[in-house]
């Protein structure tokens, strides 16, 4: 089965997506959303929401005052000179730590990703009466993608393709680049083994992080700033391969060279 | 100065790019397909170009049986179990072995990029009289995007990007994703420093790889098999940042945790 050629891809930022609430439902925000903005969803249309409204809508977020930190937590946060609080929650979030430095805990999330604080973040978060809070990642990004996706499919009678994405860093280069957390309806890890190159011979490459790259797109239009731009709408994308969950993009230990 | 927000983007693959041989003029080519493709340039329009397109015009193309290898390749080829000629390309491409496993080295490549292989690839080329070829990286990424920006900036009467853009594999995610390996005329790290969110509290998160990120979506849409498109027009993006080079997304060594 050859990998269809995309010919061009169309990337479109939702206009007026309102702030989300926790306990918003966010199926049917996004669908008034979609149709505000006149887009009729097709099959392999992918929806990118970027983590911080999903975890909001889940009511991720955490009043630092209610954060009571453990003996570990203030050991770690007297180490790297960060709010034991933060560390508290970081660690709540994680399996372990990979490595440290001043203010940043690299951990393994509880849901695999290796990523600097857990992802748990203080910035562009609602803070009512000047108190501090903070907010977790989604509880299961993968799932809410596949409930999304069901919704959205059912709305508009079509089968497409539902990203949760964020930033993360990277050892060796500088800057973060947007990955994907969970995903539904789409080859996360998109294999190509055995498929022919150009003169015949056996393709070299063989999996490409199709939704992290999916996700870094997303990324370059969702502004990181007050034009804060939470979903994007990607359109003209192919596969023919069969769906896999974010999940198939976390490397497995015993095949990780920098673990 | 606010980050301009990207309202929708386009990526558009260029049909019809020719099969590129040594020596030829890669802005000529370029700027002939640009215009086949009924594409006038615009400023801030960045035109995505794949490593190995450029790696060919630059004839960096090496006859496996015109390599001689070190005592130190044959050692290294013996304890990952590859081709010692091949190892001794890498070696010649690279300051030094970061990690390895079978069949793979991940290098500190000459210009600072850590990869696998050096990037140096068997995949995509052609080989007369079924001689075995191997294609290093472009000499200088950096500075071949600068002088086809300078082209077609003159030709378009415009200030465009360019990237030269590859695949690199990751620690602990799976899947390879589209990076930049040059790139001119544009902020390749994008500062997002002491910018305000949403509410007025200053960004945590401070740097983007921009360019890395629009690598990764012309990545989606160059393919990797017979439907290569090596070329990918992308429209719509904007920013206020001063230009900054692809080497500027090499992380120093003393600020990884993972070296």
Redesign the interface.
Known sequence: M????????????L?DFPMIEPNNDLATVLIQSLQHNGIALETRDVVVLAQKIVSKAEGRLVRLADVQPSARALEVAEEINKDSRMIELILSESREIV?Q?PGVL?VEHRLGY?MANAGI???????PNDEEYALLLPENPDQTCAQLKSALDRHFNADVGVIIND?FG??????????ALGSAGLPS??S?IG?????G?????S????A???A??A???M???????PVVHVR??QWEEPSNSAQ????PRHQ????
């Not at 050859?2 to 930022?13: K, M, R, V």
């Not at 990277?170 to 990955?179: N, Y």
């Not at 011979?201 to 490459?205: D, E, L, N, P, S």
């Not at 990780?256 to 673990?259: A, I, T």
């Open positions: 050859p990998h269809l050629p995309h010919t061009s891809i169309h990337l479109n930022a206009a490595a430095r690299i290796i973040d203080q910035s562009n978060i609602d803070h930033s990277r050892p060796w280069r500088m800057g973060v680049t947007g990955v890890l998109l190509l498929k022919p190159d150009l003169y011979r056996a393709m070299r490459v999996e490409i992080a199709f992290d790259e999916i870094a797109a990324s370059l239009i502004g990181q700033t007050s034009a804060g731009q003209g994308l198939t993009l976390l490397r990780d060279l920098f673990r």
